[in-house]
């Protein structure tokens, strides 16, 4: 099942770029003949990898553009005058309907800014969310926000907790997506005024197309507990990080480990295949693609150091994302939810 | 270098209580031939163990009680009708300066309760902060709060910072720590308005007892960056959960991957001794202890469900903690950092 669909592409965003774009195309376009790639950039260095791959040339065209965003750009630079530049022309492609969703490894700020602007948030929505899966003991788990919103109340909580479903939904495949709110206890009575204000209402709400599952810990990410975990930016942020950090110790420990002697190093070699599928399981590649919801459009923020394994993961989200409508999901469940949690609306007083 | 000190213990506390109590004490009471140890409990259990080892007999002395706290009472509950519990005498012990610090694996909240009542705050900190020591990449790093402050503000992320120094100077043996804010980016504008007041205020103080490296991030904890990480106590216990998640996560990875093929159960057999030094690194065990700093004593907490050697590794912290005078190093330090942060106190008006 795979529809018609086009991604515009940052082609000069990321490290590797562009190289890793079009290598990230050419590994994932027979999985989706009906996608088609727009790409934004320079077409001095696109054009002659094109012309060299009549595969690619068939579901690619070029947009040309000299000017691109650096790492170096704040948001708010980017803004005044990137609109030019490769990242925004890919998001004006989506908004002017000549794509349905955008994909880029370049400089975050500088896509969110441009995002919000330019496409804005879905009503009902007061700020995108950055969601991304994480491996678990029971396959994957949706985390959001991941760093977008430093500061952010209970209705916040809420309101990410409805496009988290929507994402698990569309990405992980789950019908009814079980979503948790992350705290230090299970307990209800656990927790700050934010967590417990956001339980309350989703406790309340009667008309939810996810089940809630209340309160989390942080080590029901790795478990797998929920199939969505809701958070804060700065506590998801730092969950997010301080777990690729032990996720790397480890990885070092293990190596280090192994070459410890003879006998360990030949124990390698032989466990090596075995080896090989661990890495894999638990290589960030595979979970590359932050995505940014909430927004009237598809946008997938691919890591800026990857590769071209890497951004074809983060091309992957983006056209699941649009062949399962995510959008439109979103904006019918905040609308339904949204009247499930309101009181019915007051007649007007009759003034004689 | 070992001084004589008195540790109170709530022999009591734990699930594998009060064996793990008398079998941690026999694990390390050579190393530390001047440290005692007093036990509060039931002393038909403790009584046949002392008899039968004249070396465990030497150095412990039983003060008897029936009462013992549980994990399901509350911290109020365990106020109002502990008062002859094996967890409130061990307590009091050090209040009556017949101890000088105290060990138990009990129930969390109760002896965080206790302890703040009976032995209270130190002059200048608002409340008592957990702090721990976790394995990164370059030895351990102290990471605090890990959860007994769920909201806090600025002032109490700069009382977390001179507690930590002191305690990973005792501890990790750091002349002069590095102490770093969590945040979400390491540049100045990132973050809350908490963390950026923190380091404001960190900044400007002239006269610590260690360094102030500015904001870490997540990934920094397991890097050790820094000897010290200061978090809010909601963040903190997030940060710890998801790591230890993670550690969980690749070791059951790990451990299908060896058992995939013939090939591969070889290789676990020939690198099994550095696949034990690997494991024993990340020991969960021998970063047990989790101290509750900022009080007028030495409280370390054991986790409940630990053996002998993860008990033993709290006791030792607890007489390093002594041995160090941490309660009397953080007590000076705080006068200090609070005459060099305030302004000179104005002269009184002269009134004629």
Redesign the interface.
């Known amino acids: 099942m795979s529809a018609r669909c086009t991604i515009a592409l940052d082609a000069m965003g990321g490290d590797n770029a562009p190289q890793m774009v079009l290598d990230g195309i050419a590994r994932i376009h027979a999985r989706h003949p009906h996608a088609r790639f727009r790409l934004f950039g320079d077409q001095a260095r696109l054009r002659p990898q094109l012309d060299a791959s009549p595969e690619l040339r068939a579901v690619c065209e070029i947009v040309h553009t000299d000017e691109v965003i650096t790492n170096d750009d704040k948001p708010s630079q980017a803004l005044r005058k990137g609109r030019q530049s490769s990242m925004r022309l890919a998001i004006d492609a989506v908004a002017e309907g000549e794509a349905d969703g955008v994909v880029s490894a370049g400089n975050t700020g500088a896509l969110m800014a441009m995002s919000k602007v330019v496409l804005r948030t879905l009503p009902g929505i007061d700020r995108p969310a950055i969601a991304s899966a994480f491996?678990?003991?029971r396959g994957e788990t949706v985390v959001l926000d991941l760093?977008a919103n430093?500061?952010c109340g209970a209705e916040h909580l809420v309101q990410f907790a409805v496009m988290g479903a929507n994402f698990a939904h569309s990405v992980l495949g789950r019908a009814r997506p079980l979503v948790g709110l992350?705290n230090?206890g299970v307990e209800e009575m656990k927790?700050?005024?934010k967590v417990k204000a956001a339980a309350e209402t989703l406790r309340a709400a009667t008309d939810l197309a996810f089940d809630f599952h209340g309160f989390v810990?942080?080590?029901?990410?790795?478990?797998g507990t929920v199939d969505v975990v809701v958070?804060d930016?700065?506590?998801g942020?730092?969950?997010?990080?301080?777990?690729?950090?032990?996720?790397?110790?480890?990885t070092?420990?293990?190596r280090?480990?192994?070459r410890?002697?003879l006998?360990?190093k030949?124990?390698?070699?032989?466990?090596?295949?075995?080896?090989n599928?661990?890495r894999e399981?638990?290589d960030p590649r595979y979970y590359n693609g932050g995505v940014f919801l909430g927004l009237k459009g598809v946008v997938v923020k691919s890591h800026g150091g990857t590769d071209a394994v890497g951004f074809a993961a983060a091309l992957e989200i983006a056209i699941d994302m649009v062949r399962d409508r995510v959008i439109e999901r979103i904006a019918v469940d905040f609308q339904r939810f949204a009247e499930s949690v309101s009181p019915d609306p007051q007649p007007a007083p009759v003034t004689p």
Chains 1, 2 share one sequence.
Do not use: H, Q, W
């Open positions: 491996p678990t003991e760093g430093i500061d992350l230090v927790g700050n005024e810990e942080g080590d029901d990410i790795a478990k958070t930016g700065f506590t942020n730092v969950a997010l990080k301080a777990s690729e950090g032990v996720a790397r110790l480890m070092t420990f293990l280090i480990s192994f410890r002697s006998m360990s030949l124990g390698y070699l032989l466990a090596r295949p075995a080896l599928a661990f399981r638990l």
